[in-house]
């Protein structure tokens, strides 16, 4: 991984849990800053590196390579196509975009080896479910028997965020007050318009198939950590799910971490994306939890409208028009009010240029337009779609690319 030297200064390493590989943090995250320290997650497909369809079968040994290679920080997902990466903990959100960034050449390069490359989307333009294979892991093949179909159909990739809170109570405040936010997220990330070879008419149409499985969705209108806990506790005792990591709602608390995860975005192509949104996501979430009170002002109404608002989300992407009680409010006039509102936030986490960057996407559109625009661009050629995701997934570039450009290498 490569730094700045300034940034090598500021950084400490210590020994994982497992002891097996080595942790990356900023040093600057003691005290009151280590309570906003935060990490991200990324899902890719694996695809063929010629024809780049996607991959039915993986051999374990490209796993276990890019495990090796990144520290323990690859693994497998349900799927035999998909691979995950997660970064270390970090303060410093320029840490935490160098990671990301070396996680995507590490695993690229693996794949490769593999015959394979990575594709950062929310669905794969041209994948047939049908024809999905669960991951050779217990705790997977346990949910496909569960699941059944709907299983198979989870040919889909989230990015993930999480953001430290230690206190479980004012987390559970900050998921009831960010609920009216998750539309927005949903719209920034937006990189899954196909669906099996077609255009869905949706910027984001992920989340409409992910809502297929139980316990998705936005989260319920929990009081406090009791009434969480409750309804856990129910499940399992009625032999529903095992632990609290079969709740896949839009945003949940860790059950593994002292945080608050975000999980309704799709995998953004480009990092820089990626890196926005999250730190829009850490910004606000610090501006709530400083603040408790707002989730008392989160109604059933408020989260009604939510509901309405993602679905508006999934269907426009950054050309959103969403809904609100006084009327009709623009993509970019809803994030205007949150950038003003968590200007403090942002200065205080250094994410100031990072949270601007969230108009860019506004303004050019998210991974969805991109992808559009490759199709149209090329006679309504899918593979043009293929190939530009395969290469903007690396390349961190947005321009189009033509029918003659090979896959990446």
């Known amino acids: 991984m490569t730094f700045a030297s300034d940034v090598l200064k500021l950084l400490r390493l210590d020994p994982s849990d497992d002891k097996q590989h080595v942790v990356i943090r900023s040093a600057g ?143 559970m405040a900050v998921m009831r007050a960010m609920l009216p936010h998750l539309p927005l997220f949903i719209a920034l990330a937006a990189s899954s318009p196909f669906w099996n070879s077609h255009k869905t008419g949706l910027k984001g149409y992920r989340l409409a198939a992910y809502s297929e499985l139980p316990r998705t969705g936005l989260p319920e209108l929990f009081e406090n950590r009791q009434d969480f806990d409750e309804y856990i506790g129910a499940l399992q005792r009625s032999g529903v799910i095992p632990d609290e990591g079969h709740i896949w709602w839009a945003m949940r608390p860790s059950m593994k971490h002292p945080t608050l995860e975000l999980r309704a975005p799709d995998t953004c192509t480009l990092v820089e994306d990626a890196v926005a949104i999250a730190s829009l996501y850490r910004c606000l979430t610090r501006h709530l939890y400083l603040r408790p009170h707002l989730s008392k002002e989160v109604t059933v109404v408020e989260r009604a409208i939510a509901v309405e608002n993602k679905w508006r989300a999934q269907r426009y992407g950054t050309d959103c028009i969403f809904a ?86």
């Open 29 to 171: 995250g003691r005290g009151k800053a280590a309570e906003y320290s935060f990490g991200i997650e990324e899902e890719y497909f694996l695809a063929d590196r010629r024809t780049l369809e996607v991959a039915i079968q993986t051999p374990n040994e490209l796993f276990e390579s890019a495990n090796w290679s990144t520290g323990g920080q690859a693994m497998r997902e349900m799927l035999q196509s998909q691979l995950e990466v997660a970064t270390n903990v970090h303060v410093d959100v320029n840490d935490a975009r160098e990671e990301l960034r070396f996680l995507r050449r590490e695993v690229a390069n693996v794949a490769a080896q593999y015959g394979f490359v990575i594709m950062a989307c929310g669905t794969h333009p041209t994948a047939v479910w049908r024809r999905s294979q669960p991951s050779p892991k217990p705790r997977y093949e346990e949910m496909i028997e569960d699941l059944r179909s709907i299983g198979h159909r989870n040919m889909m990739c989230g990015m993930h965020v999480h953001v430290q809170l230690p206190d479980p109570e004012k987390r």
């Open 324 to 409: 609100s009680k006084d009327g009709p409010v623009m993509i970019s006039e809803m994030l205007t009010r949150i950038i003003d509102g968590i200007a403090e936030d942002a200065d205080a986490l250094g994410c100031a240029a990072e949270i601007e960057h969230c108009r860019t996407v506004v303004d050019r559109g998210s991974s969805a337009e991109f992808q559009l625009r490759a199709y149209r661009d090329n006679g309504d050629d899918i593979a043009a779609v293929s190939r530009w995701i395969a290469t903007s997934t690396i390349s961190g570039t947005s321009a189009p690319i033509g029918r003659s450009a090979p896959a990446p290498s």
